[in-house]
């Protein structure tokens, strides 16, 4: 994979609460379910919410060629009956995938001040190689970014989004038992991670959490268990009951919290 130098880089990885283009969403695939016998129902709920979100923005939905005919009949079904809402755009885009989670094998948007785009490619192994086959994830973020013209900046790691939070103002948020972890990039210290968060995304300062909660088997996304809710403020979950798992791993992370300062000194 080719990887672009950039010495220096005038765009930054937006927040969650910014305002968006689209939403973009991996239609599910059966193979790749825990219970494939549910590939019905998982199909109808996902419907529900492409319309939900259509209400209000466009919304561009990754399919696999063989899924079109039948999608494409799904949401031509549901806008014909009376109580479907009233819809904004909805693009159904060919491109395979083995699995739907597409915040995490999907790009990372970037913008600069002017509001231009660009995009970062990570690699994608599946969560540390845990559920094979994940080649047509990895490929997920190439083809997005090819299919709305995108500059692509292919990042010399492994990464997802959900292991990932930033406040807009310099600082990200991850946990070490993600990004630390030897099935993701063994050959990488946390200083040389870092300098590439910092490079790809813009930030000034990294703080790191421990660990996600017991059992997570992202090995610990950030996503899971903290995110910010407005520069300067973290929202945290936290356990309050000692006999649990996580009590002490969001005790632990509480502290680090109340201990760290952003990018702007808070």
């Not at 002017?114 to 599946?126: D, E, S, Y």
Request: net charge negative; charged share 20%.
């Amino acid at each position: 994979m080719s990887h672009t130098p950039l010495p220096s880089l005038p765009y930054a990885m937006p927040p969650e609460w910014t305002t968006h283009q689209r939403t973009f969403i991996s239609w599910p695939v059966q193979d790749s379910m825990v219970y494939p016998e549910n590939f019905i129902a998982v199909q109808n709920w996902y419907l529900e919410l492409v319309l939900a979100i259509a209400e209000f923005e466009p919304v561009a939905v990754l399919v696999n060629p063989e899924q079109l005919e039948q999608v494409q009949g799904l949401i031509e079904e549901r806008q014909s009956q009376p109580d479907c809402p009233a819809i904004q755009d909805i693009d159904l885009l060919l491109i395979p995938h083995n699995d739907a989670w597409i915040r995490d094998n999907g790009p990372t948007f970037l913008k600069n001040s002017t509001g231009a785009l660009k995009a970062v490619n990570w690699q994608f192994n599946a969560w540390g190689g845990k559920y094979a086959p994940w080649d047509l994830d990895d490929a997920v973020a190439s083809a997005i970014l090819a299919q709305y013209n995108v500059t692509r900046l292919d990042a010399p790691l492994v990464m997802e989004g959900g292991s990932l939070h930033v406040d807009g103002e310099g600082t990200l948020l991850t946990t070490e038992e993600c990004l630390l972890n030897p099935n993701r990039n063994p050959s990488l210290s946390r200083e040389q991670i870092e300098a590439h968060l910092r490079t790809y995304l813009g930030v000034e300062t990294v703080i790191w959490l421990k660990r996600g909660l017991s059992g997570d088997e992202t090995d610990g996304h950030v996503d899971n268990i903290a995110c910010f809710a407005a520069p300067g403020q973290v929202l945290i979950q936290v356990c309050d009951d000692p006999e649990d798992d996580n009590y002490t791993i969001t005790q632990e992370n509480l502290a680090l919290l109340e201990a760290a300062t952003d990018a702007r000194g808070r």
